[in-house]
């Protein structure tokens, strides 16, 4: 299984989602900026270097804000998304192909991962009770 992490980082009422590089798997869907986690490395210290490597951006790690198990057809991933906050820079797209900030009630415009999907829905219907 892979350790897989990811950022759900705010501006107001806008969180912020990446579109995935044509040639990757699962190539433009949209996700949440993060990836594996490598040797050695805490999740927290891992989604810090992917922030930066990505987005060129510093952020600080908050609580854990949701996980799951998904299986994809060549992979199963134990994805961690975290709440976090920028602390140094706008995010700049360094190697996702387009970066958005959205609404909750925006998420139906967008094609995301299959693993992202429980989480969006959650937001969702957090926005609406809201």
Not at 17 to 37: D, H, M, Y
Not at 86 to 113: K, M, N, T, Y
Request: glycine share 6%.
């Amino acid at each position: 299984m892979t350790e897989v992490v990811a950022a759900l980082l705010w501006d107001g009422d806008r969180f912020l989602i990446c579109q995935r590089p044509a040639n990757k798997a699962r190539g433009l869907l949209w996700e949440f900026v993060g990836g594996k986690v490598e040797p050695g490395e805490t999740k927290e210290q891992a989604l810090q270097r992917e922030c930066r490597e990505e987005l060129a951006i510093a952020i600080d790690v908050g609580p854990v804000f949701w996980e799951t198990v998904h299986e994809y057809p060549d992979m199963t991933v134990h994805l961690t998304l975290f709440s976090a906050t920028i602390v140094q820079g706008p995010p700049q797209r360094l190697e996702h192909a387009d970066l958005r900030w959205i609404l909750p009630e925006e998420i139906p415009q967008f094609s995301f991962c299959p693993a992202d999907k429980p989480v969006l829905d959650l937001l969702q219907t957090r926005a609406k009770a809201e």
